[in-house]
């Protein structure tokens, strides 16, 4: 018992300064709190100095606990004593860890000392006080401790196989890199509750703010206790190549041959990986007459698209892989201008919408086609819905059209604050006549000229603009109203704002939120009363135009596009968002003109509309 007291006491006693250097700069720290400049500052920036602080003392304390004693020649002697070996690497790991702790517990203490005095102008840093200010100084040590606990026992075992201890510093990150990049691959496809942190992902309840990890304990204490669970692990292995291998030593010769090669294979999968997950199409089916598809809706094994100004094609998607045009018509009499017009198909009518020039002025214009023989499709009619500003350019001026169960929905704009939804009933033809008409009042988004974005599903409009979700029931076209709005905040206030992206599945609506890039979860089971369950995190967002959810997947198409290319993602087990592949144009087709037009999901196929073809993506 002698000899492990004399043990402790000698480990102890050289962590000891290493320890005390830490606590003694925290206690600096809360002293100069008081004075106010200081104060700013350091609500500005403790987040980098915490972090950073407790990476150094990580390091510091695990670089020399074994290299220090194999390059002395007092390794052996440590050894030979009657405490087992694993007992004195155990010692040394837990006392290493343990003066990790007290400077964590002391690194928070300075922000949680006086969390009211914590402001920040408003500007993108001022997520870190809301952070901090929202969760508990028990749960952040815990984080925080449980992250820095792994890259101090890695450097540990580092230092275990070196007798140098800038050795066991590189062996040491090099295993954290290779462990990075493991954990956020495979393992996190494997273990999708590993995926993300839930740190700075912040909701909203009717009291105000609401961390994540209060939302979702479990998840959070799964996060913190995989982490000691491999801390636990590379301890095991540090006793196992301490006692296997007491004389071994990594040459420098080595540990710079172990770094090129976690180099090269960080590379490989930071710029080979993309193209493994990269899918071509698996049916391509090019525009008749050179002409280009715009819109696109997929029904009973039909592609409907519009080509041209104002003219349909319909494809037979009864063969993805080799689709057939059915037939087309371009009607020379009225024209659209816009290219990318919308359509929607209700039993055998097709409706195209779009922005049709003239006098007295510009107005959205809707063109109707029988489609009853695909091969035959004829021009029924067309009409003139409103009139709008010639400089509402992008979308043609609207945003949504589509069916609802009782006729035709458009949402478009009016001006740069008002957003018009107008539904339509059918009369005996099938001619689309006024019904009733909702205006919305919304603030400018940042950014772009949409001012929402749209998704309907059952009797519900869900309108996503640059900071709410408007709700309107659509179930009568003669008496649309507004049944809900919902702020959606960014958490760091001067967040670029666009309009949000929206979408549905099932009983699932989905809302993006700008800080932290994520999409909000809402159960709408009961549509009037939206419950928000999840957090899906949306790393790569990009410049995402479009948003479409079906079957626990999620695609976006990408804003100007010159690459060809949309996203997939997969929604996995708690509340995870997990990339899957990116979806890529054949390499003939033209690069320099605007990306995926539309797109729609159908019997496991992904098809888009790409100026000059319609393109079939096999999904499973």
Same mark, same amino acid.
Request: with cysteine; proline share 4%.
């Given at each position: ?48 100095? +915490? ?205 710079? *041959? ?34 280009? $598809? ?9 592609? $409907? ?182 702020? *959606? ?10 309009a949000k992206l929206v979408a549905t599945d099932g009983d699932k609506l989905y809302v ?22 999840? $957090? ?41 968002? +997990? ?42």
């Amino acid at each position: 018992m002698s000899t492990l007291y004399a043990l402790l006491w000698k480990e102890g006693r050289e962590i000891l300064p290493k320890v005390l250097v830490g606590v003694a700069l925290a206690v600096v720290v809360c002293l100069m709190r008081n004075n106010v400049d200081f104060n700013r500052s350091y609500a500005e920036g403790f987040e980098v100095l +915490i972090m950073g602080g407790l990476v150094v003392m990580a390091i510091v304390l695990a670089m020399d606990a074994i290299a220090r004693e194999r390059s002395t020649g007092t390794l052996s002697f440590l050894i030979d004593k009657p405490v087992a070996g694993a007992t004195v690497l155990t010692v040394k790991f837990l006392l290493g860890l343990g003066g990790l702790l007290l400077v964590a517990l002391m690194a928070w203490t300075t922000v949680y000392i006086d969390l009211a005095s914590l402001e920040v102008e408003r500007s993108w840093l001022a997520y870190k006080p809301i952070t901090v200010q929202s969760i508990d100084y028990t749960s952040m040590v815990a984080l925080s401790f449980t992250q820095f606990s792994l890259l101090y026992a890695l450097i540990f075992i580092g230092s275990v196989v070196t007798d140098h201890p800038f050795k066991g510093v590189a062996v040491g990150i090099a295993l954290a890199v290779i462990l990075g990049v493991f954990l956020t691959g495979p393992a996190t496809a494997i273990f999708p509750i590993l995926n993300r942190y839930p740190l700075v992902s912040i909701g909203l309840d009717d009291q105000g703010h609401l961390v994540r990890l209060a939302t979702d304990s479990a998840r959070f204490w799964v996060k913190v206790l995989a982490n000691l669970g491999l801390t636990v692990a590379v301890l095991a292995m540090a006793v196992v190549l301490l006692r296997r291998y007491r004389e071994a030593m990594l040459s420098w010769r080595t540990v710079a *041959i172990g770094w090129g090669a976690v180099i090269a294979v960080v590379f490989a999968i930071s710029y080979g990986g993309p193209l493994v997950n990269q899918r071509m199409p698996a049916g391509v089916l090019a525009a008749p007459d050179k002409q280009y $598809y715009g819109g696109l809706a997929v029904q009973g094994g039909l592609a $409907y698209m519009t080509i041209g100004q104002s003219g349909i094609a319909i494809a037979d998607l009864s063969n993805p892989q080799q689709m057939r045009l059915l037939g087309s018509a371009r009607p020379e009499s009225y024209k659209l201008w816009q290219s990318r017009n919308n359509i929607c198909v209700v039993d055998s009518l097709a409706y195209i919408v779009g922005w049709r020039k003239g006098l007295p002025s510009d107005s959205l214009g809707v063109v109707v086609f029988d489609v009853s023989d695909p091969a035959a499709p004829t021009l029924k009619g067309y009409l003139m819905f409103a009139a709008i500003k010639k400089d509402r350019w992008s979308g043609g001026g609207y945003r949504y059209w589509g069916a609802t169960d009782d006729g035709l929905l458009l949402v478009r704009e009016q001006d740069p604050n008002l957003i018009v939804v107008e539904a339509f009933f059918l009369d005996a033809e099938g001619m689309p006549v006024a019904g009733d008409v909702q205006v919305i009042t919304t603030i400018t988004p940042m950014g772009g000229p949409d001012l929402c974005h749209v998704s309907v599903r059952g009797r519900r409009a869900y309108i996503g603009t640059g900071r709410e979700l408007v709700v309107i029931d659509v179930d009568d076209v003669h008496a649309l109203r507004e049944t809900g709005r919902r702020t *959606i905040e960014s958490f760091r206030p001067e967040s670029y704002y666009r309009a949000k992206l929206v979408a549905t599945d099932g009983d699932k609506l989905y809302v993006e939120r700008f800080w932290p890039s994520e999409l909000v979860e809402f159960d709408i089971t009961n549509p009037d009363q939206l419950r928000e369950v999840g $957090y899906l995190p949306l790393s790569g967002r990009g410049d995402m135009l479009s948003l479409q959810v079906v079957d626990g997947m999620a695609y976006s198409r990408a804003w100007w596009s010159s690459d060809v290319k949309m996203k997939a993602w997969t929604i996995a087990e708690y509340g995870a968002l +997990i990339e899957g592949f990116s979806l890529i144009g054949p390499d003939y087709l033209e690069k320099d003109l605007w990306g995926f037009n539309a797109l729609s999901v159908a019997n496991g196929y992904l098809y888009a509309t790409r100026h000059e073809a319609l393109l079939a993506y096999r999904l499973y």
